[in-house]
Every structure is written in C-alpha cells, then in structure tokens.
C-alpha cells in the first residue's frame, strides 16, 4: 500500500464530466468520468483515461480560457487523501478519504480506451445513493460549477 491524494474536479467543456485524478509520484494519472462516481457498489461508471496531469492542475479551480464548447468551469468537487491498494497494467484499486467519496473503489480496464469506475462494497458503501445529485458543490468553496459560469458570462 502507498500513501497517495486524489482529486475530481468538475469541469464545463465539451460535455460536462468529473475528471478523477491520482498522485502517482510528480504527476496525476486521469481519467474522465463523464457521469462522476458513486458511492453504489452496483454502479459501474465508464472512465477514459486521458494524459497525465500536473501536480499543479489538480489545485485548479476557475475558469479555462477561450474553450470551444463549455464554459470552461471547474470545481474542486472532491479532494484527500489516497491509499493505493493495487497498481496493475489494467487495473488499480485505491482507498479515498475525501468529504464526498470514502472507502474502496476500483478502476479496470476493459478496452482501449474505457475504465471502469466501482465503489468496493465496504461499510463506505452506499447503496442506491447519489452522491453526484446530492452534492453538487465544490469542497473548497462552496461554489458550484454553474455559480462560476454564470459568473463568468
Ligand atoms: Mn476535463
């Protein structure tokens, strides 16, 4: 087991989708959950994984600039830290101690481009709950992605 963070921002582009991040040394392994975890065992979320981060774009909460589609908003919508259980070529499994998302989840792959995302049935679990619906909000701020937008506009 490693000691690690995590962050899912929530971000305006194209379509909206939670970008999931983990520390892996100096850089933050991606993926883009377009509809965000959850925190049921029977939810399996598609995740694609994208290029590796900065450690400096998972403090990024704002507004990008001159994007095409979107506003461009991000939220901080979950953050903490991290214990990293498994690092295989296709699959990891990870614990998060955030505000939002605690306990176990799992990440596999099952093609060339596509995740999968499950919460781990442990007493973190939450069956038929979600979290997404529920809180919406930025943990650092409050502020939603559309209060940024908006503001933005
Ligand atoms: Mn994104």
Do not use: N
Request: hydrophobic residues 40%; proline residues 6%; charged residues 25%.
């Amino acid at each position: 087991m490693s000691a690690s963070r995590f962050v899912v921002q929530l971000h305006d582009a194209t379509t909206l989708h939670f970008d999931l991040r983990l520390r892996f040394g100096e850089v933050l392994r991606s993926w883009a959950v377009p509809r965000g975890p959850s925190l049921d065992p029977a939810v399996r979320r598609l995740a694609v994984p994208v290029e590796d981060h900065t450690l400096e774009a998972g403090e990024f909460e704002g507004v990008h600039e001159g994007q095409a589609r979107g506003s461009g908003a991000v939220i901080i919508w979950d953050e903490g830290p991290a214990d990293i259980l498994r690092d295989e070529p296709g699959h990891l499994s990870f614990v998060l101690h955030g505000r939002k998302l605690t306990g176990g989840f799992g990440l596999t792959r099952t093609g060339p481009r596509r995740w999968i995302l499950v919460k781990t049935r442990d007493d973190a679990a939450q069956p038929g709950s979600d979290i997404v619906a529920g809180h919406p909000a930025s943990v650092r701020t409050g502020r939603t992605w559309q209060d940024l937008a908006g503001r933005h506009a």
